[in-house]
């Protein structure tokens, strides 16, 4: 790991709030080491259930993306997704881990058949965010990813996004 990588993962076990996982599974996209250690990360005792089996989850899932062997992203993919939907089994009245498989169904290849919870999801997705129940402001840049991302989404409506849109302008505005 390289020495920015172990920094920040000292820093998220130090402070392991969801600020903190949020950053290293966006992260995560684009950096093999953001994913390893977003799964480090939730073995952490700190890191309350059901984050840190999703969280741990989605590491899985962003490690498809860092091999070339497909029988280990298939694993990879499997083992992720039995932990995300645990742990949405677990709560499923917590909006962000609905986001976080609404990610995850809506970029799945389709032969993975991983599509299954993707309008229940989005309907969650909205009503959270369009009920101004996310203002929780250690969370406010995740709030804005997940806005920006529903709003560019083609599972969204025309009007579905319009909307979010809306509500996000004026939200910036206060």
Request: proline residues 6%.
């Given at each position: 790991?390289?020495?920015?990588?172990?920094?920040?993962?000292?820093?998220?076990?130090?402070?392991?709030?969801a600020a903190n996982l949020q950053n290293l599974y966006l992260?995560?996209?684009?950096?093999?080491?953001?994913?390893?250690?977003?799964?480090?990360?939730?073995?952490?005792?700190?890191?309350?259930?059901?984050?840190?089996?999703?969280?741990?989850?989605?590491?899985?899932?962003?490690?498809?993306?860092?091999?070339?062997?497909?029988?280990?992203?298939?694993?990879?993919?499997?083992?992720?997704?039995?932990?995300?939907?645990?742990?949405?089994?677990?709560?499923?009245?917590?909006?962000?881990?609905?986001?976080?498989?609404?990610?995850?169904?809506?970029?799945?290849?389709?032969?993975?058949?991983?599509k299954d919870n993707i309008e229940e999801d989005k309907k969650?997705?909205?009503?959270?965010?369009?009920?101004?129940?996310?203002?929780?402001?250690?969370?406010?840049?995740?709030?804005?990813?997940?806005?920006s991302y529903m709003a560019t989404s083609p599972f969204c409506?025309?009007?579905?996004?319009?909307?979010?849109?809306?509500?996000?302008?004026?939200?910036?505005?206060?």
């Amino acid at each position: 790991m390289n020495p920015l990588g172990l920094l920040l993962v000292l820093q998220i076990i130090a402070n392991p709030c969801a600020a903190n996982l949020q950053n290293l599974y966006l992260a995560s996209y684009h950096s093999p080491q953001a994913a390893r250690s977003l799964e480090q990360v939730c073995n952490y005792r700190e890191i309350p259930e059901p984050f840190a089996s999703a969280y741990r989850g989605i590491s899985q899932m962003m490690l498809c993306r860092y091999t070339s062997n497909p029988f280990k992203k298939l694993s990879y993919f499997l083992n992720g997704k039995t932990l995300l939907d645990a742990a949405i089994n677990q709560a499923p009245t917590i909006s962000e881990l609905r986001f976080l498989r609404f990610t995850v169904q809506t970029n799945a290849p389709g032969f993975l058949l991983y599509k299954d919870n993707i309008e229940e999801d989005k309907k969650d997705i909205l009503s959270h965010l369009l009920a101004g129940n996310n203002h929780n402001t250690v969370c406010l840049p995740f709030d804005k990813t997940i806005y920006s991302y529903m709003a560019t989404s083609p599972f969204c409506s025309a009007n579905e996004r319009k909307e979010l849109t809306q509500h996000m302008s004026h939200l910036t505005k206060q």
